[in-house]
């Protein structure tokens, strides 16, 4: 266990980061979620402003 931790820690600390980015995003950006909400209301905002809504 050692010599893989020595050998392949950083493609595993690297693994566990990418793994913990695309749970964050996911979380954020499902429907309902503050940022898809967010970036919802700022291109109806955008649309309206510019009269082609």
Do not use: Q, R, W
Not at 7 to 20: L, M, N, P
Not at 25 to 49: R, T
């Amino acid at each position: 266990m050692k010599v893989i931790f020595e050998e392949y820690s950083g493609i595993i600390i690297i693994g566990v980061v990418i793994v913990a980015l695309i749970a964050l995003v996911s979380l954020l950006l499902v429907e309902g979620g503050p940022v898809h909400d967010a970036f919802v209301n700022m291109v109806n905002s955008l649309f309206a402003k510019a009269g082609t809504a």
